[in-house]
């Protein structure tokens, strides 16, 4: 057994600081032992959440991991693999040239009158990115900015956020705003759309995709020329979990099999019986979250310090990362070509993981994505403007913030109603009754001391007591019999 130096984590003025997973694992030999100085509910901040280990240095596993390799691999999976290295070549120039341009934009107006073009549907389905333009006006979302802005100053001696000398991303998850902006009809209508494009392969799967909840996240207002906030190209959602957890490697099923295209990111089944962390990882999501999101409240142009994304088609980008440990660089990952690479069944390797890590990836552990071309920022967001990605989609946040006003975004997700979702929202009432962080977010006072935040009672709209989990939720209709159990079993757990 041993202890993982998370602190070190807290105390970096970086995030991108990296650490050394592979001396810790090789003096352990046992990953499943992983403990930490810090638990889940330490008094950090967002940087907690990444162990950015660099990505240059390859992470040694205990054996098992090769056991495991073997016990997956099927020989079909060589020819799967030389199909996606092949596809992967036109889709990297593609993206490489494209860039933003490859990210859909709706405009709120199709997804009110339910009538978005079907050419934007498909390019959302195809790379798992959306954004929704005019959901809420400029009016609004300045409004949204000049409230957060007094918060932090009325509450100046309380703040708390990362880093915590010149604060870029405030442990804010009460404030008015906040709530103003996650039970704005916009915003809701946008997450009912995005949840639409879901479904259950299996009508008994418990979740309500009609339902969609909150789930309080931070604010980031990051200040022009900022560098601390960076983060290299990942995957949330855990890392070694996708092929060491049974249900989680369900998901890749098709892929597994050799099927590639035929793998289906937007079938959430198979994702409710995956489990995300086996390792007790710091600042991981607890609920089922197939969108992350985020809603801009200032104009963020592409080069202010935003978002990044791999908006390529998400079966292909998907299949390369689950193959990925399968195979080796026969002489150094820089040479792409299939004949380059050998089949690893022997080693341990699975590039870019980490117990209790996101999957991290870079030019040196995911080659053929080429990253460093392929990750694009956001486009040019308006005020109010929203943006959601998948839940599979390689991100990053821009190294530096390039332009000239503040950029300010709450991250608020599309999330439907499970039964652990549900769980969840019922800790999420009570903290929010009393001005605490969510159980997934760093404990402490929180804004419990803090004044101007939101108080409860004054939440009337049905729509978003319900999305906040004060009022019963209604059975959707032409609820699936999966949907049908979710609501009441729901409903009898947060209110009878
Ligand atoms: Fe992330």
Same mark, same amino acid.
């Given at each position: 057994?041993?202890?993982?130096?998370?602190?070190?984590?807290?105390?970096?003025?970086?995030?991108?600081?990296?650490?050394?997973?592979?001396?810790?694992?090789?003096?352990?030999?046992?990953?499943? @032992?992983?403990?930490?100085?810090?638990?889940?509910?330490?008094?950090?901040?967002?940087?907690?959440?990444?162990?950015?280990?660099?990505?240059?240095?390859?992470?040694?596993?205990?054996?098992?991991?090769?056991?495991?390799?073997?016990?997956?691999?099927?020989?079909?999976?060589?020819?799967?693999?030389?199909?996606?290295?092949?596809?992967?070549?036109?889709?990297?120039?593609?993206?490489?040239?494209?860039?933003?341009?490859?990210?859909?934009?709706?405009?709120?107006?199709?997804?009110?009158?339910?009538?978005?073009?079907?050419?934007?549907?498909?390019?959302?389905?195809?790379?798992?990115?959306?954004?929704?333009?005019?959901?809420?006006?400029?009016?609004?979302?300045?409004?949204?900015? $000049?409230?957060?802005?007094?918060?932090?100053?009325?509450?100046?001696?309380?703040?708390?956020?990362?880093?915590?000398?010149?604060?870029?991303?405030?442990?804010?998850?009460?404030?008015?705003?906040?709530?103003?902006?996650?039970?704005?009809?916009?915003?809701?209508?946008?997450?009912?759309?995005?949840?639409?494009?879901?479904?259950?392969?299996?009508?008994?799967?418990?979740?309500? !995709?009609?339902?969609?909840?909150?789930?309080?996240?931070?604010?980031?207002?990051?200040?022009?020329?900022?560098?601390?906030?960076?983060?290299?190209?990942?995957?949330?959602?855990?890392?070694?979990?996708?092929?060491?957890?049974?249900?989680?490697?369900?998901?890749?099923?098709?892929?597994?099999?050799?099927?590639?295209?035929? $793998?289906?990111?937007?079938?959430?089944?198979?994702?409710?019986?995956?489990?995300?962390?086996?390792?007790?990882?710091?600042?991981?999501?607890?609920?089922?979250?197939?969108?992350?999101? *985020?809603?801009?409240?200032?104009?963020?142009?592409? $080069?202010?310090?935003?978002?990044?994304? *791999?908006?390529?088609? !998400?079966?292909?980008?998907?299949?390369?990362?689950?193959?990925?440990?399968?195979?080796?660089?026969?002489?150094?990952?820089?040479?792409?070509?299939?004949?380059?690479?050998?089949?690893?069944?022997?080693?341990?390797?699975?590039?870019?993981?980490?117990?209790?890590?996101? *999957?991290?990836?870079?030019?040196?552990?995911?080659?053929?994505?080429?990253?460093?071309?392929?990750?694009?920022?956001?486009?040019?967001?308006?005020?109010?403007?929203?943006?959601?990605? $998948?839940?599979?989609?390689?991100?990053?946040?821009?190294?530096?913030?390039?332009?000239?006003?503040?950029?300010?975004?709450?991250?608020?997700?599309?999330?439907?109603?499970?039964?652990?979702?549900?769980?969840?929202?019922?800790?999420?009432?009570?903290?929010?009754?009393?001005?605490?962080?969510?159980?997934?977010?760093?404990?402490?006072?929180?804004?419990?001391?803090?004044?101007?935040?939101?108080?409860?009672?004054?939440?009337?709209?049905?729509?978003?007591?319900?999305?906040?989990?004060?009022?019963?939720?209604?059975?959707?209709?032409?609820? @699936?019999?999966?949907?049908?159990?979710?609501?009441?079993?729901?409903?009898?757990?947060?209110?009878?």
């Amino acid at each position: 057994m041993y202890k993982t130096s998370y602190s070190r984590l807290l105390t970096t003025a970086r995030i991108a600081k990296p650490i050394n997973f592979a001396r810790h694992l090789a003096t352990s030999g046992k990953a499943s @032992t992983v403990t930490h100085d810090l638990s889940k509910n330490n008094n950090g901040s967002i940087a907690s959440a990444f162990n950015n280990f660099s990505g240059k240095e390859d992470v040694a596993l205990p054996p098992r991991f090769s056991d495991l390799k073997q016990s997956i691999f099927k020989e079909n999976l060589v020819e799967t693999w030389r199909q996606v290295l092949a596809h992967l070549k036109d889709a990297v120039e593609e993206v490489a040239t494209e860039q933003a341009n490859l990210i859909p934009k709706v405009p709120y107006d199709q997804i009110q009158s339910g009538n978005v073009d079907e050419e934007l549907i498909k390019r959302i389905k195809t790379t798992g990115t959306c954004v929704v333009q005019g959901a809420v006006s400029q009016d609004k979302a300045a409004s949204w900015e $000049h409230s957060i802005k007094d918060y932090i100053e009325c509450n100046a001696d309380r703040v708390k956020g990362f880093p915590q000398d010149d604060i870029q991303v405030y442990e804010f998850y009460n404030s008015v705003a906040q709530i103003e902006a996650r039970t704005h009809p916009g915003l809701i209508q946008s997450q009912q759309f995005m949840l639409d494009l879901l479904h259950a392969s299996d009508p008994h799967s418990q979740i309500s !995709l009609q339902t969609p909840i909150s789930y309080f996240d931070r604010v980031q207002l990051r200040k022009p020329g900022d560098e601390s906030f960076a983060l290299g190209p990942h995957i949330d959602g855990g890392s070694l979990e996708r092929w060491e957890d049974e249900g989680y490697r369900n998901c890749w099923k098709s892929i597994l099999n050799g099927d590639w295209k035929g $793998h289906d990111p937007f079938d959430i089944s198979p994702r409710l019986n995956a489990n995300y962390d086996l390792y007790g990882a710091i600042g991981g999501c607890s609920v089922y979250r197939p969108y992350q999101g *985020l809603t801009a409240f200032t104009p963020i142009r592409s $080069h202010e310090g935003t978002l990044r994304v *791999l908006p390529m088609d !998400l079966r292909l980008s998907t299949a390369y990362t689950i193959l990925r440990p399968f195979f080796a660089p026969k002489r150094g990952p820089q040479h792409l070509d299939f004949d380059d690479w050998k089949l690893d069944l022997e080693s341990s390797s699975f590039p870019g993981c980490a117990p209790a890590s996101t *999957l991290e990836m870079s030019d040196l552990t995911h080659p053929h994505l080429q990253l460093s071309r392929t990750v694009t920022s956001l486009p040019d967001l308006n005020a109010g403007d929203q943006f959601y990605w $998948h839940s599979d989609v390689i991100h990053a946040v821009n190294a530096k913030h390039e332009g000239d006003r503040e950029s300010g975004i709450f991250f608020i997700p599309a999330i439907p109603l499970t039964v652990n979702n549900a769980h969840y929202l019922k800790q999420q009432v009570h903290t929010f009754k009393q001005g605490l962080p969510g159980k997934d977010f760093p404990q402490g006072e929180g804004e419990s001391n803090m004044v101007g935040r939101m108080d409860p009672a004054k939440i009337l709209t049905g729509s978003a007591r319900q999305l906040l989990g004060l009022e019963r939720f209604s059975v959707p209709q032409q609820a @699936t019999p999966g949907a049908k159990t979710t609501v009441e079993k729901a409903n009898g757990f947060l209110f009878d």
